[in-house]
Antibody, heavy 121, light 109 residues
Framework: QVQLQESGPGLVKPSETLSLTCRVS????????WSWIRQPAGKGLEWIGR???????KYNPSLKSRVTMSLDTSKNQFYLKLSSVTAADTAVYYC???????????????WGQGIPVTVSS | SSELTQDPGVSVALGQTVRITCQGD??????ASWYQQKPGQAPVLVIYGQNNRPSGIPDRFSGSNSGNTASLTITGARAEDEADYYCNSRDSSGNNLEVFGTGTKVTVL
């Protein structure tokens, strides 16, 4: 059974960089897409971006200038860095595994439990 | 703003059928996937592709697609189906980016 676990600081100061880690267990990080998704309290889901094993990345255009994703196949982990954070970045952050079926369906089949991150001084 | 639009909320009587829709231009080209999210929990995939259910998802959940609209139907709603439901698909930019729908709160009466 694949499991994902987010980790990182729960409190980040404004203008600093938010750094999160997602540890993948029960399966290899190879051959799948790995995404970060966030959800402000009481609001909907927002896709932040994804990384593939070739280290190709795609980011949400609204966050692209501040986001960096990377992965470490030796540790079976992938990472999120979001720079210059403000209160608007306060949210629960999820990591998720993405898969592609038939070229027309992309879906997230495994999710971490989520980690709440607050941006405040 | 999201490129996938959902009704904010729907209600269904226990045991009845409810359909949740998701509209967007990208759905003419890509299938949607659907996620159930209960308070304080991570989303769970319930439908993907034309009408595929992951292992462990009850068969009362089904999906369909027509034009720019994807639908999730719950046939014989149960109390435990009360949750937020989100659709997801590629966006319409052609850059293979992901987007989520605005979400629908399903209330089981």
């Amino acid at each position: 059974q694949v499991q994902l676990q987010e980790s990182g600081p729960g409190l980040v100061k404004p203008s600093e960089t938010l750094s999160l880690t997602c540890r993948v267990s029960g399966g290899s990080i190879r051959s799948y897409y790995w995404s970060w998704i966030r959800q402000p309290a009481g609001k909907g889901l927002e896709w932040i971006g994804r990384i593939y094993t070739s280290e190709s990345t795609k980011y949400n255009p609204s966050l692209k200038s501040r986001v960096t994703m990377s992965l470490d196949t030796s540790k079976n982990q992938f990472y999120l860095k979001l720079s210059s954070v403000t209160a608007a970045d306060t949210a629960v952050y999820y990591c998720a595994r993405g898969d592609l079926a038939g070229g027309t369906t992309y879906f997230f089949d495994y999710w971490g439990q989520g980690i709440p991150v607050t941006v405040s001084s | 703003s999201s490129e996938l639009t959902q009704d904010p909320g729907v209600s269904v009587a226990l045991g009845q059928t409810v359909r949740i829709t998701c509209q967007g231009d990208s759905l003419r080209r890509y299938y949607a996937s659907w996620y159930q999210q209960k308070p304080g929990q991570a989303p769970v995939l319930v439908i993907y592709g034309q009408n595929n259910r992951p292992s462990g998802i009850p068969d009362r959940f089904s999906g369909s697609n027509s034009g720019n609209t994807a639908s999730l139907t719950i046939t014989g709603a149960r109390a435990e189906d009360e949750a937020d439901y989100y659709c997801n698909s590629r966006d319409s930019s052609g850059n293979n980016l992901e987007v989520f729908g605005t979400g629908t709160k399903v209330t089981v009466l």
